[in-house]
């Protein structure tokens, strides 16, 4: 039975990596196994949207970059326009994620509180 997967990033990656890589391996199983998958990123977890950090994971973690290419392109992205440029110094237009900003919907708690109230599981990492 498909559920609705909740996923929200918002440790620094830096700080514990291989939590993030279970976190983003996780989403990338519930929409393997078919559930309807929202992922935003908040805070420190913006690095997450970095490309040259999925590209330093991926030297030690081979099967980040096409973990991350499931996400973008089967999940629902959304993303605190404040926290990419509070963690990652770029503006929403920048042109300067892994993913296009018109692929993400850009939110802050509102969005957060929505997600998680309308969910079946919730994940945090």
């Known amino acids: ?3 609705s997967v909740f996923v ?3 440790s620094e990656p830096k700080n514990d990596s291989l939590k993030s890589i279970v976190g ?3 989403a990338a199983q519930a929409i393997n196994d078919g559930n309807n998958v929202s992922i935003f990123f908040a805070a420190a977890g913006t690095r997450l949207l970095d490309p ?3 590209e330093e994971l991926g030297t030690d973690f081979p099967m980040i970059t096409q973990i991350m290419e499931t996400i973008a ?11 990419v440029k509070a963690v990652l110094g770029h503006s ?16 802050g ?3 957060v509180i929505a997600l998680a109230t309308s969910s079946d599981v919730q994940l945090t990492y």
């Open 1 to 3: 039975m498909q559920k």
């Open 8 to 10: 929200k990033f918002v």
């Open 24 to 26: 983003l391996a996780c």
């Open 52 to 54: 040259n950090y999925i």
């Open 73 to 83: 392109s089967k999940a629902t992205l959304y993303c605190s326009f404040a926290s």
């Open 92 to 107: 929403e237009g920048d042109g300067a994620l892994f993913v296009s900003d018109d692929k993400i919907e850009w939110s």
């Open 109 to 111: 708690p509102p969005g």
